[in-house]
């Protein structure tokens, strides 16, 4: 049993779930959504507020800028898409705080949250009064 409890922990560790980050991106000015998709994806639709570097660029150059005393989230599009293990793999290497967010954008979208870019989602906003 003690190990299925260690098991479950660690998981949490590393692992998001959209309502998890909606209720932190309301408060937490120290979590950050990293989208790990490509730029013109993420142009056209993304979580509010999220960064965007792609998981093929994440690199020393491409990250010079990220405070690594916060924690990022990495996000692809959903169950399919392995850029945001990709993008939360080398972003721990770089010495960065990371979670995954369990089902990318797709459940963000399922579970009724708001995106923006070109083509939003209307749906509960980050800033909202509830």
């Known amino acids: 049993m003690k190990e299925q409890i260690a098991f479950y922990k660690n998981k949490l560790d ?3 779930d959209s309502s998890d980050l909606w209720e932190v991106l309301k408060t937490n000015k120290n ?3 990293l989208d790990t ?3 013109n994806i993420f142009t056209k639709e993304h979580i509010p507020g999220a960064i965007n570097i792609p998981h093929r660029e994440i690199n020393c150059a491409s990250t010079k ?6 924690t990022y989230v990495c996000y692809c599009d959903g ?3 392995n850029a ?3 993008g ?5 290497e770089l010495g960065f705080k990371v979670k995954e967010l369990i089902g990318g954008i797709a459940w963000w979208k399922l579970d009724g949250y708001a995106t923006e870019g070109n083509t939003p989602t ?3 906003a980050i800033n909202c009064s509830c």
């Open 14 to 16: 590393f692992e998001m």
């Open 122 to 124: 209307v749906g509960t």
């Open 37 to 39: 998709r490509k730029s």
């Open 31 to 33: 979590v950050i959504a």
């Open 84 to 86: 945001s293990t990709k």
């Open 65 to 70: 800028y990220l405070d690594k005393t916060k």
């Open 88 to 92: 939360a793999l080398k972003m721990t």
């Open 79 to 81: 169950i399919g898409c």
